[in-house]
């Protein structure tokens, strides 16, 4: 199955309403007429997607409708917390060894210094994306 990224994701009820409240915010302020103000309103009605749905605010200032983000922004939050996890699993049964073994207790502060920095690169490359 293929997954939709971005402004193609189809749109509900509740974003619909979203619009509806920002179109009306606009009617409000006078940027825009009552006929306009319905035909928009129909143009919402008639969206199916976030970028038909943009389109109709195309030519007007703030407010839009405040659509969310994706659910799957998460997985990329998660895989940097992961692969910390992972790294710290693997890395302090070492170091206790290394520090046990040869007195390089060192090795263990290595380690949860890796491991916070893929935590970080992690977190930071997921934002990026967003």
Known sequence: MTVVKGPDLRIGSPERELARQALQEHLDAERIDAGEFEQRLLDCQAAR?????????????????????????EDDEAAG???GMVA???GVPVSIVMG??????????????????????GQTWGRRQR
């Not at 073994?101 to 690169?121: D, R």
């Open 100 to 121: 046990f073994v040869y007195g390089a207790w060192w090795s263990l502060a290595v380690t949860v210094g890796i491991t916070v920095l893929l935590v970080f690169i």
């Open 49 to 73: 997607t976030r970028t038909a749905l943009e389109q109709v605010f195309a030519d007007l200032p703030d407010p839009h409708p405040q659509l969310t983000k994706p659910a799957e922004d």
């Open 81 to 83: 917390v992961v692969s």
């Open 88 to 90: 710290l699993m693997l």
